[in-house]
Nanobody
Framework: QVQLAESGGGLVQAGGPLRLSCAASRSGFYINDMGWYRQAPGKQRDLVALITNGGSTNYADSVNGRFTISRDNAKNTVYLQMNSLKSEDTAVYYC???????????????WGQGTQVTVSS
């Protein structure tokens, strides 16, 4: 199994920074894309940022230029540096990864339990 452990959420004032981390314990699985999604109350879960194994990144328009995603493949860890936070960034942030067992073609999706980010205005 692949387990994702998030850390770094909390309460921050608008305009401030916050950094999220997510470590994947993979027990022999291959890890592919890693990323972050978020879900605000009453809304669907949306992509925030994604990073491939090779380091290519993709951001939601609403965070582009303010958030930076990075990963340390040796540690199976993905980070999300969030700057210039706004009240509309308030949400539960979920870590995400794709992984597969050796010698199997199917990639499966795995999710963390979520970490709350609250931005006060």
């Amino acid at each position: 199994q692949v387990q994702l452990a998030e850390s770094g959420g909390g309460l921050v004032q608008a305009g401030g920074p916050l950094r999220l981390s997510c470590a994947a314990s993979r027990s022999g699985f291959y890890i592919n894309d890693m990323g972050w999604y978020r879900q605000a109350p009453g809304k669907q879960r949306d992509l925030v940022a994604l990073i491939t194994n090779g380091g290519s990144t993709n951001y939601a328009d609403s965070v582009n230029g303010r958030f930076t995603i990075s990963r340390d493949n040796a540690k199976n860890t993905v980070y999300l540096q969030m700057n210039s936070l706004k009240s509309e960034d308030t949400a539960v942030y979920y870590c995400y990864t794709q992984a597969r067992r050796p010698l199997t073609p199917r990639w499966d999706d795995y999710w963390g339990q979520g970490t709350q980010v609250t931005v006060s205005s």
